[in-house]
């Protein structure tokens, strides 16, 4: 299979370092640019030609672990159930990764199909790393900012949507993923947002 990522920069972050902001700025400028958090969620959904499919999975592999049913009455999936399963377990993290990436990579692919001629593409992956999806693509783009200053931004991020991030919380999301100083040693390209 040719590798669809061939072309297209990956545009990474973490939480409150602004990516989603500069992803809008790239499409504003004509880019196209896909999200990987968006397809994630898509082929989830009941809409989705993927659902049923992937909730057989889903519930085969992570339902012994609840008491309660991994999908709501409407069909969606009940993230935050799965969330509290999966945190914290290298395991199921990885089981549940094999069971959704084969997937997102192919309504990926099928999504990049829609990009005009000559678009720079990008694909916004807050885990590019992580995944290890840089070996993949074209290079690498990371919106930079110091630790301190995207807890300090999540957690008023957090208040303006009327949740309540902890900062202890916001420390231990950013704890599960590689250091945004290490992502800084490893991207191509660097957008300071600090």
Same mark, same amino acid.
């Given at each position: 299979?040719?590798?669809?990522?061939?072309?297209?920069?990956?545009?990474?972050?973490?939480?409150?370092?602004?990516?989603?902001?500069?992803?809008?700025?790239?499409?504003?400028?004509?880019?196209?640019?896909?999200?990987?958090?968006?397809?994630?969620?898509?082929?989830?959904?009941?809409?989705?030609?993927?659902?049923?499919?992937?909730?057989?999975?889903?519930?085969?592999?992570?339902?012994?672990?609840?008491?309660?049913?991994?999908?709501?009455?409407?069909?969606?999936?009940?993230?935050?159930?799965?969330?509290?399963?999966?945190?914290?377990? @290298? /395991?199921?993290?990885?089981? +549940?990764?094999?069971?959704?990436?084969?997937?997102?990579? %192919? *309504?990926? #692919?099928?999504?990049?199909?829609?990009?005009?001629?000559?678009?720079?593409?990008?694909?916004?992956?807050?885990?590019?790393?992580?995944?290890?999806?840089?070996?993949?693509?074209?290079?690498?783009?990371?919106?930079?900012?110091?630790?301190?200053?995207?807890?300090?931004?999540?957690?008023?991020?957090?208040?303006?949507?009327?949740?309540?991030?902890?900062? @202890? /919380?916001?420390?231990?999301? +950013?704890?599960?993923?590689?250091?945004?100083?290490?992502? %800084? *040693?490893? #991207?191509?390209?660097?957008?300071?947002?600090?």
């Amino acid at each position: 299979m040719e590798n669809p990522y061939a072309q297209v920069y990956g545009l990474t972050g973490v939480m409150g370092s602004g990516k989603s902001t500069v992803a809008q700025l790239l499409r504003e400028q004509g880019a196209f640019v896909l999200d990987a958090d968006e397809i994630a969620r898509f082929v989830i959904d009941p809409a989705s030609p993927w659902y049923s499919q992937l909730k057989a999975k889903v519930i085969a592999a992570f339902g012994a672990f609840t008491g309660e049913p991994l999908f709501q009455n409407d069909g969606q999936l009940n993230r935050q159930l799965m969330a509290s399963i999966t945190f914290g377990h @290298a /395991d199921r993290v990885k089981l +549940l990764n094999n069971i959704m990436h084969p997937v997102i990579q %192919r *309504e990926f #692919a099928s999504r990049l199909l829609r990009a005009g001629e000559g678009q720079l593409l990008f694909y916004d992956v807050p885990l590019l790393f992580e995944g290890g999806l840089e070996k993949k693509l074209k290079q690498t783009v990371l919106v930079y900012a110091p630790e301190e200053v995207c807890i300090a931004r999540a957690i008023a991020r957090s208040k303006e949507k009327g949740a309540e991030l902890s900062e @202890a /919380d916001a420390r231990a999301r +950013l704890q599960s993923q590689i250091s945004i100083e290490k992502k %800084r *040693e490893l #991207a191509d390209y660097i957008i300071d947002n600090s």
